[in-house]
């Protein structure tokens, strides 16, 4: 009998909580094109929807490559297509592929429009990273480094990114969201594997929380939420306006003391929610800052 996912299950697939990770570079890099009075709606547009491609496809790309290792087959968190048996691997691979292809077609009318040809190479690297985050025999997800690559692809490469291809520049601000939102990006993560570091442990997934053990890696989440304040205050000595990134302190309060009190499980759930909501309200406000400052 032929498995079909319904909507609704596809809809959780694609895993939308997670969008905040996309959406948060684009804020933030467009944010410091336009302190440079460089901001183009068309060239972030796109940057916007290449992103949201390609975190939806890596969710599909996770769910497919954890379900067919088993991985997913005792999950705390939501259910997964191809573990919860709702989808074929296949249809789940393919629709991972669709969304790396549309991605792809997207990343090149970034290109043409901004003139960038060699980032062109940046994409395939990303859609290469995307895969083999989870994908292939060796996947660096299951050696401790995925915190490593989130850092990187959501903070440098995506806010750099999105700030180079409308102002053919880099400035420090710039780098200063990157590192915010890459710290962000990786909290997310660690949030995650924290709340699955029994379950990755029987199934031979050493994600650095694995790696590290409960106790360190609630340390690195708290580091990691707080660094980007540490942004706010320098940003603030040159831009009062940048200081209303303190409000996005507000909704990892709840999130800071369920990870300090040592909860596990499902009561760790809101905390990925919470520090991704979080992530994008200091990516809007410090990139209005950035803009009007």
Known sequence: MIRMATFAQWVEGARLRTWPNAIAPVLAGSGAAAGTDAFGLPLAALALVVALLLITGVNFANDYSDGIRGTDADRVGPQRLVGSGAAPPGTVRAAAFACFGLAAIAGLGVVVLSGHWWMIAVGAVCIVGAWFYTGGRRPYGYAGFGELAVFVFFGPVAVLGTLYVQADTITGSGIGAAVAVGTFSSAV??????????????????????????????????????????????????????????????PLLASLRTVTRG????????????????????AALTGLAFAFG
């Open 189 to 250: 993560l660690v949030a995650n594997n924290l709340r699955d570091i029994p379950t990755d442990a029987t199934t031979d997934k050493r994600t650095l929380a694995v790696l590290l053990g409960d106790r360190d890696t609630r340390t690195l989440y708290i580091g990691l939420v707080l660094a980007p304040f540490v942004i706010t205050t320098l940003t603030g000595l040159r831009n009062s306006l940048a200081l209303l990134g303190f409000l996005a302190l507000a």
């Open 263 to 282: 909860d596990t499980g499902t009561a760790l759930l809101p905390v990925l929610r919470d520090t991704g909501l979080a992530m994008l309200a200091w």
